[in-house]
């Protein structure tokens, strides 16, 4: 059913970049994120994840598939991410260095930025959380279940809307 309201938002679609052993941690952030992302002003929110795959279908061709359509890359960082073949393969790669495509990197658990090898991420901004209920910047899964998550999910809400508007979408 529909109010009879035009919406004007300009459609946005992203791909979720994650390592399946952090499927439950990964689904919980995006989950949040989505409740917040659906009623903004400016864009509708689409977003693309493997669990979208229907058993039977080309798993890989639909994974690049998505990850070429989608204006921009959702990338849950974490340990299991980065040892990740597949990600590392066919994923990072249009995100990272030269002529990549717009991202949004996310740790979604600790990583160390010193000893872990970030596969070029280094070169980019990692959102975590700085709020008022840690001293030094968290993973989404080193936050409380709770408001702390709730936070994070908020500034991470508000951290893409303003990385759009500056790429003019």
């Not at 597949?86 to 790669?93: A, D, K, S, T, V």
């Not at 991202?103 to 979604?108: H, Q, Y």
Request: proline share 4%; net charge positive; aromatic share 12%.
């Amino acid at each position: 059913m529909t109010n009879g309201f035009k919406s004007n938002r300009k459609r946005v679609e992203f791909f979720v970049s994650y390592a399946h052993k952090n499927q439950q941690l990964a689904e919980s952030l995006v989950d949040a994120l989505m409740d917040m992302l659906r009623p903004s002003k400016t864009y509708e929110y689409v977003k693309w994840m493997d669990s979208a795959i229907v058993v039977g279908d080309q798993w890989q061709k639909q994974i690049l598939d998505a990850r070429d359509r989608c204006t921009f890359g959702l990338l849950l960082v974490s340990p299991a991410f980065l040892s990740s073949g597949f990600i590392g393969e066919n994923e990072l790669p249009r995100y990272v260095g030269e002529g990549r495509s717009p991202s949004i990197p996310v740790m979604l658990s600790k990583v160390d930025f010193q000893l872990h090898d970030l596969k070029g991420l280094q070169e980019l901004q990692i959102f975590r959380y700085t709020g008022r209920h840690y001293t030094e910047p968290r993973a989404y899964g080193e936050c409380k279940s709770g408001n702390p998550r709730m936070e994070f999910v908020y500034s991470l809400f508000q951290a893409i809307e303003k990385k759009l508007s500056l790429l003019n979408l």
